[in-house]
């Protein structure tokens, strides 16, 4: 080989080299300086989520009376990395401190991390308020869409209706219970973007929707609701008590139509809201019932046979020694039947009843009314109360839990109870969750009645609803819980607060009345409790007239035919 012919191989070689250097050169400096054309081959792998609509819960009236539902907002973010290298840390953390009222070192924290791309300044913004922190001119601020929930009555159904927390679960209440079924299912986007993370459309793989929550149709509704907590707030406000709370429900079905409890909060605020006020009540706080779990032991006994309402005890002037312990009647009764125990709610009369009956056969019907279990509601947090096995009972116990002491119940279990006697006998499980239904309108599940026991006869039912009837007439114990029109079956309960050493307190009480009405063929049973009622503290005082309250305006809005029409047309 001549040495002008490798000089020319070398000449060649070198130009190649040249080209192919200029080439690589001129290709990092369009990735890196300018933008991506169309025709770009560069393309970068991408998936982006479609957000999943959560499913909007409904009042028993469908479609008009939405009580959880969606807003569409913003959450403002941030490439730290891009505002620490524009030297705008300490300008951004200035200026969106006044705007999003965000303390300016909190965001400078969040900011001056150059070893991240993406931090929240600020989420859940409205539209109208997220937009113009984009006219600030800072490099590396955007916006991110992002659903929250949002509860247009504020506190209204609070505690049946729960709140979602900010990572999208249901936290309590019916948010918790059907969030398999509300939270959806959120779709995706598979496709390119091209260096600067803009998405080439043209280059879209896949797209896998996002299917929306169902919604949730409830039992509850509204009116019957605002009457229960429209009543609870007046006796809150005129006893100072620390807590009150109140269930109405129909008697055949089981259907709940309102669940109220006080204090509350507001579920759009749940972050703020204290533990107390999130506490429902009506199924998670277990109280001693007092007077109105006699009519455990005197149904009990009916249905064995072992008494008749005109059989008579001796309740001993006020005052009988069992046990070596003295127990008391609020007044010096004498000789009374078991018509005129229930009607007068005599202590005495009602811990010797369940001697009749004997410890065995007492603690029976108390598991066949469902004491000790929970009711099975569709909601998180219920109780199941407390009821010690017969095996540990102390000597006085009998006497003791006949009149509703040594025993733990919530207000669910007793409207249970209550319930059956208004039933025919049968026990109904409790429910507030209608149906569940796709947007599509398919039906994912619908709520039926069930039975769940039958601990009496249909006699003693009936049996029972005229004793309780008589609680509400002339000379009982709840004739402040009287709605015009109506015959109302009913019992008063007032009950001491066990204290945490032992004993009970001299000035705290729980305060109650559960009802059923018409009493002749009852359509609701409704409870009532107060906790620590402050001016009064009896029952038939406290209890009754809320009582009477909510009757009065749910049997006329429910349209229940009153049992006296010449007092109704009065």
Request: proline share 5%.
């Amino acid at each position: 080989m001549t040495e002008r012919s490798i000089r020319r191989r070398i000449l060649i070689g070198g130009v190649i080299l040249i080209l192919i250097l200029i080439r690589v050169g001129l290709r990092l400096a369009t990735l890196h300086l300018g933008r991506e054309t169309d025709t770009s081959p560069a393309k970068y792998d991408s998936r982006a989520i479609l957000l999943a609509g959560r499913g909007t819960i409904l009042d028993c009236r469908g479609t008009d009376n939405a009580l959880a539902l969606n807003l569409v907002v913003k959450d403002i973010c941030a490439d730290p990395r891009k505002i620490v290298n524009s030297n705008l840390v300490a300008h951004a953390a200035a200026v969106l401190s006044e705007y999003l009222n965000v303390p300016a070192d909190e965001l400078a924290d969040r900011i001056n991390r150059p070893e991240r791309r993406f931090a929240y300044l600020k989420r859940y913004v409205p539209e109208e308020e997220a937009v113009p922190v984009l006219k600030f001119g800072i490099p590396g601020l955007f916006l991110n869409d992002t659903i929250v929930r949002h509860y247009p009555h504020r506190a209204f159904m609070c505690h049946v209706l729960g709140f979602v927390n900010y990572e999208g679960a249901g936290s309590s209440g019916v948010e918790q219970t059907m969030d398999v079924y509300l939270r959806g299912s959120p779709g995706y986007i598979e496709g390119c973007v091209n260096a600067r993370r803009e998405e080439l459309y043209w280059r879209r793989n896949r797209r896998i929707p996002a299917l929306a929550g169902a919604n949730v149709t409830l039992t509850l509704d509204q009116n019957v609701q605002y009457m229960a907590e429209k009543a609870l707030d007046e006796v809150m406000a005129a006893q100072q008590c620390a807590g009150a709370w109140c269930i109405v429900e129909r008697v055949k079905t089981g259907e709940i139509l309102a669940l109220a409890c006080r204090p509350a909060f507001n579920p759009n605020e749940f972050r703020t809201s204290e533990e107390n006020s999130r506490l429902n009540r009506a199924i998670g706080f277990t109280y001693e019932p007092g007077s109105t779990f006699k009519v455990v032991a005197i149904a009990a006994a009916l249905n064995e046979g072992a008494v008749r309402p005109d059989t008579e005890f001796d309740c001993e002037n006020g005052a009988w020694k069992y046990a070596g312990k003295i127990l008391h009647d609020v007044r010096e009764y004498g000789i009374l039947s078991v018509a005129d125990i229930v009607k007068k709610s005599s202590n005495i009369g009602a811990a010797k009843v369940a001697l009749i009956l004997g410890e065995k056969r007492y603690y029976d019907y108390l598991k066949r009314f469902g004491l000790g279990a929970r009711a099975g509601i569709d909601l998180p947090g219920e109780e199941t109360g407390i009821l010690n096995p017969v095996e540990k009972w102390a000597r006085i116990d009998i006497t003791r839990i006949a009149m509703g002491q040594s025993v733990a119940v919530t207000a669910l279990q007793m409207v249970t109870i209550f319930a059956a006697f208004g039933n025919e006998g049968f026990l109904m499980r409790p429910y507030l969750v209608k149906s569940v239904n796709r947007v599509t309108g398919e039906t994912l599940y619908q709520a039926q009645p069930e039975v769940i026991g039958r601990p009496i006869a249909q006699r003693t039912a009936r049996a029972m609803r005229e004793l309780l009837r008589r609680v509400t007439e002339e000379g009982g114990t709840g004739t402040k819980a009287c709605v015009e029109g109506y015959d109302v079956a009913g019992k008063t309960g007032t009950a001491q607060k066990a204290l945490p050493g032992g004993g009970f307190s001299a000035t705290d009480v729980v305060s109650s009345f559960v009802g059923l009405l018409p009493a002749d063929d009852p359509e609701i049973v409704i409870a009532v409790v107060v906790d620590s009622p402050r001016k009064a503290h009896y029952g038939g005082i406290v209890a009754a007239p809320v009582f009477g309250s909510i009757a009065a305006q749910a049997v006329r809005y429910l349209e229940i035919p009153p049992t006296r029409i010449e007092m109704a047309s009065r």
